[in-house]
């Protein structure tokens, strides 16, 4: 079956410092990765997905298969980067996402 | 274009009540997801509609939890009769068929059952 762990339920840096958000998964199929985010008062949106290697607001994310980890990375966290960040891992023909618990990253002054 | 709407956006209920939730996803996305999210913990996908037929509905709670899309476009969720672990945000969500993991997000209902 598959499962998503993202380790910490919250991260606190202050503006300016790197950022990792941490994710590993397991699943013997083939993976596909997502970052879904929440921020204050806004509905859960994409941020990215692995299979497009782009950088959104700064933010990337490698998938590591041999470590079956896709860690969020932002070289200089931002205020406005503070929200809810979820793992998501997506299987199947039927296109169903795993969840992880979500980690909040708190960008302090 | 006009994202997912849900209504109602908050619910009280009291135990062994029954409460229903509605969901209209963006236009022209065939797939309509319902998750629960309880506090602390991610959304956990409870059923999965591709047009007005069910996809995976294997986490959906049925002797208590049911849910229609009967026209393959907005659909509701029901709870008949809620208990206390059923206090949820409810989630709905579409995408395209071929969407993958790409999914739009509706607001939310949250529910508690006192």
């Known amino acids: 079956a598959q499962r998503v762990t993202q380790p910490e339920k919250l991260l606190s840096v202050f503006k300016g410092a790197p950022v990792e958000l941490k994710c590993n998964y397991s699943?013997?199929?083939?993976?596909?990765l997502f970052w879904y985010v929440q921020y204050s008062r806004q509905r859960l949106q994409l941020l990215l997905r692995?299979?497009s290697r782009e950088s959104i607001k700064g933010f990337t994310a490698d998938l590591n298969k041999g470590e079956t980890s896709f860690h969020l990375k932002k070289p200089f966290a931002q205020e406005e980067d503070s929200a809810m960040y979820y793992c998501a891992l997506h299987t199947g023909t039927a296109s169903k996402l795993t969840f992880g618990t979500g980690t909040r990253l708190q960008v302090t002054l | 274009e006009a994202g997912v709407a849900q209504s109602p956006r908050y619910k009280i209920i009291e135990k062994r009540q029954s409460v229903a939730f509605w969901c209209n996803p963006i236009?022209?996305?065939?797939?309509l997801y319902w998750y629960q999210q309880i506090l602390g913990q991610g959304p956990k996908l409870l059923i999965q509609f591709q047009n007005n037929g069910v996809v995976d509905d294997s986490q959906l709670p049925k002797d208590r939890f049911s849910a229609e899309r009967l026209k393959g476009v907005d659909s509701t969720l029901k709870i008949q009769p809620a208990k206390l672990e059923d206090s949820a945000v409810y989630l709905c969500?579409?995408?395209?068929?071929?969407?993958?993991?790409?999914?739009?997000f509706g607001p939310g209902t949250r529910l508690l059952v006192l």
């Open positions: 969500a579409s995408s395209l068929a071929s969407g993958g993991g790409t999914q739009y």
């Open positions: 692995h299979i």
């Open positions: 236009s022209g996305h065939a797939t």
């Open positions: 699943y013997s199929g083939s993976p596909e």
